[in-house]
């Protein structure tokens, strides 16, 4: 059974050589001088100033909660999903409950403009 | 295929190797067999939009390197290989070069569990379409980490835009497939297909399934990136987002990564939505016996060129969406079709009303 994953690791082990591989080789084969001004980051011909880990927009922290809330959803509807021939009526009724809840929420969040970008 | 590697492995036993090294090494032919076509194949996709797009814009395409330019995939890779790979200043080396490895490997990490016929795959595992969700969803931490290790603005901004985008369409994409897990009571992609086997093609998936084929396709292509919503790169604005710094075969990688994704995105729709490697003809008397009615992985690669062909088609047809756009178009729009369609699909699963027979 867990013998079926073993060649799923020797894939992995594959295609990260391959990255690993291409990338030494083109750090060997590619020529070149350093200095500051190529170094330096790219910031359209200005003097790169301020520090660049700036602060953000908290939007995005918002779409990264909303997204562990619905991305733990589809991991609880993925099982009952492959199972529902045998759940019948019961296993639907449930989900329904649990998914009603859910659209509540998301129906919360909408309505207070979370999912607002002007 | 199959007798081929029933002769490889009568070689392998030849050698009289021990099993494990016999076992790696069978699995490793295996693997480079799927690997090295899809990198010629990713080679030829960029080909193929450059020429493909050229001609809807009345322009000629690539035509100088061989015939027809017919080599320039690899006049480009050489050019990449000569490059230099420029670290920039400030940025955190290790984390920089990672990100690229990191990228490229779970983008083709998720070939392992593709069935290319009934028989030949390289991981016949029951929770295939788990993991395919699970690798390509750690696709966004080479996003993220070569943004935030670039020390640059523009590849921070564009790594911030391109994974919030990233997540938000996951979800939708993720509400698809439990309609697809529904219709065909598996998890394995093999399965999939053949609960999609029948009298004819009105027994493939996209038919009932018709808006959540919708809603994939569409994400699928908003999660690779790719026009009209690549505002992570956004070269007008920021530039070329979250890859700006990178120069030479790392950037190489990035551009490897993600035409492998969208190559593994047409391959998934075909699986779960358009019967694989199934054959369109298999009940049409006329056609009996000859090898238009065998399924066979002929089928696959034509139904996934016309999908490649229609992720340059959109490139070449639509503009870009406004960032605000795409975000709701992904959470307002997709997200309760899904949800509505999963609830209509339980309810027909339930009742034994579904036209899929199981």
Partial sequence: MLANYAPILIFLCISGALGIVLLLLGMALGSGRKDPDKTSPYECGFEPFEDTRMRFDVRYYLVAILFIIFDLEIAFLFPWAVSLEQVGLFGLVAMAVFLGLLVVGFIYEWRKGALEWD | ?358
């Fill in chain 2, 1 to 358: 295929m199959t007798a081929i590697l029933v002769q490889l492995d009568r070689l392998l036993d030849f050698f009289g190797l021990p099993d494990l090294i016999h076992y790696t090494l069978f699995n490793g032919i295996k693997i480079i067999i799927v690997l090295l076509p899809l990198i010629i194949t990713v080679a030829y996709f960029t080909y193929a939009e450059r020429k493909i797009i050229g001609f809807m814009q009345n322009r000629l395409g690539p035509n100088r390197v061989g015939w027809g330019g017919l080599l320039q995939p690899f006049a480009d890779v050489i050019k990449m290989l000569l490059k230099e790979v420029l670290i920039p200043s400030n940025s955190n080396r290790f984390l920089f070069l990672l990100a690229p490895v990191l990228s490229l490997t779970t983008a083709l990490a998720a070939w392992a569990v593709v069935p290319f016929d009934n028989e030949f795959v390289i991981a016949d595992i029951d929770a295939g379409l788990l993991y395919i969700l699970a690798v390509t969803s750690l696709g966004v931490y080479g996003v993220i980490l070569a943004g935030w290790a670039s020390n640059s603005k523009y590849a921070f901004l564009g790594a911030m835009r391109s994974a919030a985008q990233i997540i938000a369409y996951e979800i939708a994409m993720g509400f698809a497939l439990v309609g697809v897990l529904m219709a065909s009571g598996s998890l394995n992609l093999g399965n999939i297909v053949e609960a999609q086997a029948g009298t004819s093609v009105l027994n493939w998936f996209v038919w009932p399934l018709f808006p959540l084929f919708l809603v994939y396709f569409i994400s699928g292509v908003a999660e690779t990136n790719r026009a009209p919503f690549d505002v992570a790169e956004g070269e007008s604005e920021i530039v070329a987002g979250f890859h700006v710094e990178y120069s030479g075969i790392a950037f190489g990688l990035f551009f490897l990564g993600e035409y492998a994704n969208m190559i593994l995105i047409t391959a998934l729709t075909t699986l779960f939505f358009f019967g694989g490697w199934l054959s369109p003809f298999s009940e049409v008397s006329a056609l009996e016996g000859s090898f238009l009615s065998e399924p066979s992985f002929a089928w696959l690669a034509l139904k996934m060129s016309f999908f490649m062909f229609c992720f340059l088609w959109f490139r070449a047809t639509f503009p870009r969406y406004r960032y605000d756009q795409i975000m709701r178009l992904g959470w307002k729009v997709f997200i309760p079709i899904t949800i509505v369609w999963i609830v209509v699909e339980g309810i027909m699963v339930v009742a034994k009303v579904g036209p899929w027979s199981v």
